[in-house]
């Protein structure tokens, strides 16, 4: 069964305090592993797309990294406002393109 | 960039009304919409693959006769919750492929945040 497992369930940080936040799963023949960031009320917002291993993306402080079984979202110097839910979802070849979503990580920073 | 649009943002309705969500793509022909639900702390569950022109394709344990789905256009997929019940709050959230290709990341709509009196 494709799943997707985020850790921590929470975590909170001091500005400029950098961390990582993990996603595992498994799925059977990964398309792409989404990382997604969603504030209270709103839908998710896109960050990146990975499709192997050995992947990496930047965007500001969020670097996304790919293994074969898990990604990591880290966090560089982060700032209050980049507090949100940051969400994990696995596209697996088989199921077309649905995503499979883990619960998420909720990152509160401050100053 | 791709933009969905999802209206209402926000409804609060009697039980046993029914309740139409919109989900468009505004700058972008979607063949294919996918709507969402999601409980407060808990992941996004897909709830059935809208397909334009044809019927939508439902996840198991998701009744089609309660939440029915039309995709009329390329670019209008709508969610209806009939005879609506408490047990049915809950923040539903539509999302299309940009540029409507399946190995697209998919962009999500504001979500519709349901709540049944």
């Known amino acids: 069964e494709d799943q997707v497992t985020q850790s921590p369930e929470a975590l909170r940080l001091q500005e400029g305090e950098s961390s990582s936040l993990n996603c595992s799963y498994t799925v059977s023949g990964l398309r792409g592993l989404f990382w997604y960031r969603q504030d209270p009320g709103k839908g998710p917002e896109f960050l990146f797309t990975?499709?192997?291993a050995g992947e990496e993306k930047e965007k500001e402080r969020l670097k996304a990294t790919l293994t074969k079984k898990e990604s990591f979202l880290h966090i560089t110097a982060p700032k209050p406002e980049d507090s949100a839910t940051y969400l994990c979802?696995?596209?697996?070849?088989?199921?077309?393109?649905?995503?499979?979503f883990g619960k998420g990580t909720t990152l509160s920073v401050s100053s | 960039g791709a933009v969905v649009s999802q209206h209402p943002s926000w409804v609060i309705c009697k039980s046993g009304t029914s309740v139409k969500i919109e989900c468009r793509s505004l700058d972008f022909q979607a063949t294919t919409m996918f709507w969402y639900r999601q409980f407060p702390k808990q992941s996004l569950m897909l709830m059935a693959t809208?397909?334009?022109?044809?019927?939508?394709?439902?996840e198991q344990g998701v009744e089609k006769d309660k939440f029915l789905i039309n995709h009329a256009s390329l670019t209008l997929s709508t969610l209806t919750v009939t005879s609506a019940h408490p047990e049915d709050s809950s923040f539903y959230i539509c999302s299309a492929n940009s540029q409507g290709r399946g190995n697209q990341p998919q962009h999500f709509g504001d979500g519709t945040r349901l709540s049944i009196l």
């Open positions: 979802a696995v596209q697996a070849r088989q199921a077309g393109t649905a995503l499979i």
């Open positions: 990975l499709y192997s």
């Open positions: 809208s397909n334009e022109g044809s019927k939508a394709t439902y």
